[in-house]
């Protein structure tokens, strides 16, 4: 038995590599053991009854041996089904009735080949189905386990398990990193497709942020590590993918309770036939046909086959919202900055008042937004450049409004003219001309202002008329910015309303008016719109790959800054969701055409062990168009660009 189990547990291992649990594994190189350990004995009684054919007791008795080494498993896992009333043990159920039916009738050879045909049919059919994860597992794979740790100016390699945060690491030329983190020193170009699903690589240097699953084309790294292996960005999104998996659907709960009435239903067409016809033969066949396999897969298979199409583009989907309420949704809303726009803020003006100098003023406004996120005080630190600036203040950020730093006795005040004039600030003008400004104050005293001007993404455009095409009837704009700023927006993009000079919570408050009469799909870059994108119907965080809060806080995290992932979300809800449809139509069509086939005789018992799977595998075929119209949807955006490519050059040529 034991080298009948390792010889199972070897076969599991080359057929499935690293597509599957450990707990799996041994599930299934169980099932496969059992299954060889039956035919074994099986085999004996054959031979045992050539020899000896006077000697049915003995022939029968090992027969009944093997019965048991394959059934009982299946026996146990009905019954616990049965007490527990687990829809998903309907098909060990109705292969336990069929077993215990032909062993009473004598049919021995019938109860052993049903669950061993069964066991081994079942094998390539979870094969196929995890073959359908191999976009997430393939994930799992782009994290280094190892790592070269720099010590005291030596390297040594290490289980990437073991670095701690502030621990300093080699990444060479074609290494993967296993953290997140920050480089030291070097440049790079870094893959980083695993993530944001784009094909170019992006350049990184002293100071940027690299991240676990991403991997160094060129160059070598020093970086010192931010996060723990288990607390990565990257670690966090497969834990949510593989969460994902195990979306529940209104469709798969309209199975569930209609497999409540399945299992009587095929019992008494069973019976009934036995009744009728006296063939014994017929009701077994009738059992094991009916086994609902396709039924458990109708949603899984094209979940699984969404989330692979989705994780190729960097987008990362982690909540049954997905398929409910994003193929409904006839509202978007789009926060301004770093959303609808790049968030790459350029300053086109500076005044200043107190400061005695640019200088002063950018150095004691860097000071303060070093320490946050949004994109204006990213702006001023760019901006700040290779200006010398104190990092010691203790900073404290109200979202919305600024950032507020303190040292020794000493305040620095940073944000927009709301905030300052709050925090007890005369400023000397009105700004609502000026378009977005920054004021920065210190020790009570306003040193001057910076304005912005903030680009809109390329792809706006075309992303609002997609949406439109797909169904959207509103689409609006939140934006904290005054009511200039919104209004170039506004005349720049085709949007039905533009809302201005919001706060976070003034955002929800619309949103949640929004959501008494729609349904509506929030958008925005997660950092200081985690409250809305919470209440939203849907909430999708743009260029997430790295934000903790973007991913937890939304339910679609688009990795890059693609505006055109909404769009395609979109058409991969649908399809997904009309796919699930028609796997249950399939699925119900194919149980009672094969019942019929059985009970009319045309279907033996040992077939119907084979014929049952029919069902399965259309499912998990039909499943895989979700990937194909994906694919081809790809090649289809690829060939206008090539052909728009090939356009702008011949029109080149000819100026």
Known sequence: MKKINHMAEESLRDQTATYISEKDKKRLSGAIASAAAALVFFAAGLIFSRIYPDQTAVSELIYLISVLIIGLPVLRTA?????????????????????????????????ILIPVILTVVHFFEEKSIMGGRDAIEGLKRMQAQTALLSQNG????????????GDVIIVKSGMSLPIDGTVLKGEANMDQKSLTGESLPKSVTVNDKVYAGTMNIDGMLTVRVDKAYVDTSFNRIVQLLENAENMTLPETRLVDRFMKYYIPFVLVVAALIWFFTKDISKAIAVLVVSCPCGYMLVSSAPIIAALGAASKRGVLIKNPAFIEKLT???????????????????AVDVELLEAKDQTELLANAAAVAHG??????????????????DKDYTI?????????GEKDGHRIVLGNRRYLTKTGHSLPHDDAESGSTTWVAKDGKVLGCIVFRDILRDDVTETFASLRQLGVSRISVMTGDNRVEASKIAEAVDVDEMMSELLPEQKLEMLKREKQTRTVAMVGDGINDALALNEADIGIA????????AIESADISLMNNSLMNLPFVIRLARKTKEIISQ???????????????????????VAGAFLHNAGAFIVLFNSARVVRAENDEDKNQETGADEAQQNDEATNADS
């Open 583 to 605: 796997n249950i139509i399939i699925a119900f069509l194919t149980s009672f055409v094969m019942i019929f086939l059985a009970a009319m005789g045309l279907i033996s018992p």
């Open 372 to 389: 946050s996120l949004h994109p204006t005080s990213k702006a001023v630190v760019r901006l700040c450049g290779e200006i010398a600036y």
């Open 542 to 549: 743009m260029g997430a790959m790295g934000s903790d809060t």
């Open 396 to 404: 404290t950020e109200t979202a919305g409004n600024g950032v507020c």
């Open 328 to 346: 409904d949704a006839d509202s978007f809303i789009f926060d301004k900055t770093g959303t609808i726009t790049n968030g790459t803020l350029e």
């Open 79 to 111: 019954i616990t089904g049965l007490l527990h009333k687990d829809v998903s043990a309907s098909m060990e159920i109705l292969v336990s009735v069929a077993m215990v039916v032909a062993v009473l009738d004598g049919q021995f050879i019938v109860a």
């Open 154 to 165: 030596a390297e040594r390699e290490v289980d990437a398990k073991t670095l701690k945060t």
